[in-house]
């Protein structure tokens, strides 16, 4: 694991110090609230897996903004998300780059079960589908054509022809994802589903979630999932950039959907630590959000920041892919095909459209989706769903760091949903037309053809 070092800053924390006692004669009761303020730990260890939206850890350590509350971090690559969930329970690391289901995953008890809690979300978006080239060659024939180049958004109503003809050959169908709780699961379920293809059901005795599958998913680490298809172990695949594009820039496969065209604006990563964790150093925790906020308002800044990002990212300590491969997905184009390059400028946010803040209405999709697919293997009243988005989400972790960094005059009000509820209300941009209600999960659940609704059971 490569681990990247920024050592503490003494003489800025003696700065601080010596104007915090000079200055307290004067500022009274404000001087006092930031000695309260003083975060409870100050050298800090996170985890990331090598990934694009991984950045706001990046940019927040590069620019210095951990060291600007007071932080001395280390960050630390991990060798996939098992690992780095384990290692964020057990305390190896403070916190980390986690997979939005990871923390209600947890808490739910599917897999590992422990009580892990969000108060940041990372980013919007970030993820593609990808099918290996000869199945790209199989699909083509069945997807429309507009102005001369294939119709986007790329549906699975092709993909299913191809699994149906390969299902009477007696061939199976293969596609990865990176973990059984992971948006790429969800997206990828989600997708497959809308075109008529059962993903597969997991149940109590067998967590490989195949159970009636027409499509049979698999666990990958998301940098060997270009390798695996290449190698035939896999047929396709969902996962985060940059290994997308990678399969482009290899000649190895074709991106055919993002996951912006399946749910525009949808809920990627979150930032991940432990309850006991989040209990015990409150102002730690408040702090590393400011820095977080930071970095990802300095990542939808401008131009000029994403490509210094991607610059930043391409080092071997983080993403180690080449810059032009991260900056093919997080300078405002996507390219499909080799050569068909369309512009995306949504399809990496991190601060944009409330990126940052917990919502419930987020969480309560992620458990919708895992009660769907058979994860929860019991019906749950609509009130089961808040009591758990609400155990898991910490908005006013969130909004105490917001308001701090506005009293700073570091971000204005406008830059958040300072009257939200924690809901985003009635949520379009699905690509199979469906509508979401993050208040109404078991209503939302009743609309759908493949999967568990309410009193269902595999």
Not at 181 to 197: D, F, I, K, P
Request: glycine share 10%; with cysteine; aromatic share 10%.
């Amino acid at each position: 694991m490569k681990t990247v070092h920024r050592a503490s800053a003494p003489r800025r924390k003696f700065i601080q110090k010596a104007g915090a006692l000079l200055s307290g004669s004067l500022l009274g009761a404000r001087a006092w609230a930031q000695k309260k303020a003083t975060p409870e730990k100050e050298v800090l260890k996170f985890g990331f897996i090598k990934l694009t939206d991984c950045a706001p850890l990046v940019v927040a350590y590069e620019k210095h903004f951990f060291e600007d509350e007071g932080l001395s971090v280390t960050l630390e690559a991990q060798a996939n998300w098992k690992v780095l969930l384990d290692r964020v329970i057990d305390g190896q690391l403070d916190g980390a780059h986690m997979l939005a289901g990871q923390p209600l995953g947890a808490t739910v008890g599917f897999g590992t079960k422990a009580d892990v809690v969000t108060a940041f979300s990372m980013d919007l978006n970030g993820n593609g589908i990808t099918v290996s080239n000869a199945v790209w060659q199989e699909m083509k024939p069945f997807l429309p054509v507009e102005g001369g180049r294939i119709k986007h958004p790329i549906k699975a109503d092709a993909l299913k022809k191809v699994v149906d003809k390969w299902k009477a050959q007696g061939k199976p169908f293969k596609m990865g994802m990176v973990f059984p709780v992971s948006t790429h699961n969800y997206e990828l379920r989600y997708w497959l589903a809308a075109g008529g293809l059962h993903p597969g059901f997991y149940t109590s005795g067998d967590v490989t979630g195949t159970k009636n599958a027409d499509v049979q998913l698999s666990v990958t680490p998301p940098p060997q999932m270009p390798a695996t298809m290449e190698a035939g172990t896999i047929n396709g695949y969902c996962v985060g950039e940059p290994w997308n594009q990678q399969a482009v820039v290899k000649g190895i496969g074709v991106p055919v959907v993002t996951d912006l065209e399946i749910w525009k604006n949808n809920p990627e990563k979150v930032f991940g630590v432990t309850k006991a964790w989040a209990d015990k150093n409150p102002n730690t925790h408040v702090a590393v959000v400011k820095a977080l906020i930071r970095a990802c308002m300095w990542l939808d800044t401008s131009m000029a920041n994403r490509i210094e990002a991607v610059k930043l990212l391409s080092r071997p300590n983080y993403v180690g892919a080449d810059e032009a491969v991260i900056g093919a997905s997080m300078t405002g184009t996507y390219e499909y095909e080799k050569g068909d390059k369309r512009p995306l400028p949504d399809f990496n946010v991190f601060f944009r459209y409330f990126a940052t803040y917990p919502f419930y209405s987020d969480a309560v999709w992620y458990l919708t989706q895992m009660r769907r697919w058979g994860q929860i293997t019991e019906s749950k009243p609509d009130a089961w769903y808040m009591d758990i988005a609400k155990k898991v989400y910490l908005p006013g972790v969130y909004m105490a760091a917001a308001k701090a960094l506005i009293a700073e005059g570091k971000a204005k009000e406008v830059d958040f949903p300072m009257k939200t509820d924690g809901f985003k209300g009635l949520q379009d941009g699905f690509i199979d037309g469906m509508t979401y209600d993050g208040r109404k999960p078991n209503e939302y659940l009743g609309k759908f053809k493949i999967g568990l609704k309410a009193s269902d059971a595999v």
